[in-house]
């Protein structure tokens, strides 16, 4: 069966940090894409990181709003994802995601939001950036 868990949101200063932990289970990390979506209230979810994994390298992609400020990797032993978040902003204030792509090429991971092919999430973990 099919799990993500989310866990590390929390409250934190403008310009503090927090590491979102997606831990996952029944299937590989190997053969699966994994995306960070976040939602904040009134808006649309909107898609934030994605990493793939090889056994040779791994594959990401960041939005605009976040490159340079966030960083993902993943530990295949673990079968759990990072998301590094540094010098956050209130407008990083949302509900953090992540979710499964078991229909990715190998190499190649997309942060569009489709529930089509994003099919297994987690329930979430609440970020909140303010002072």
């Known amino acids: 069966q099919l799990q993500l868990v989310e866990s590390g949101g929390g409250l934190v200063q403008p310009g503090g940090s927090l590491r979102l932990s997606c831990a996952t289970s029944g299937f590989t990390l190997r053969s699966t894409a994994i995306g960070w979506f976040r939602q904040a209230p009134g808006k649309e979810r909107e898609g934030v990181s994605c990493?793939?994994?090889?056994?040779?390298?791994?594959?990401?992609e960041f939005a605009d709003s976040v490159k340079g400020r966030f960083t993902i990797s993943g530990d295949v032993a673990e079968n759990t994802v990072y998301l590094q978040m540094n010098s956050l902003k209130p407008e990083d204030t949302a509900v953090y995601y992540c979710?499964?792509?078991?229909?990715?090429?190998?190499?190649?991971?997309?942060?569009?939001?489709?529930?089509?092919?994003?099919?297994?999430w987690g329930q979430g973990t609440q970020v909140t950036v303010s002072s």
């Open positions: 990493i793939t994994i090889s056994r040779r390298s791994s594959s990401t």
């Open positions: 979710a499964a792509d078991r229909s990715s090429l190998p190499g190649t991971c997309t942060i569009e939001y489709d529930k089509g092919r994003y099919a297994n």
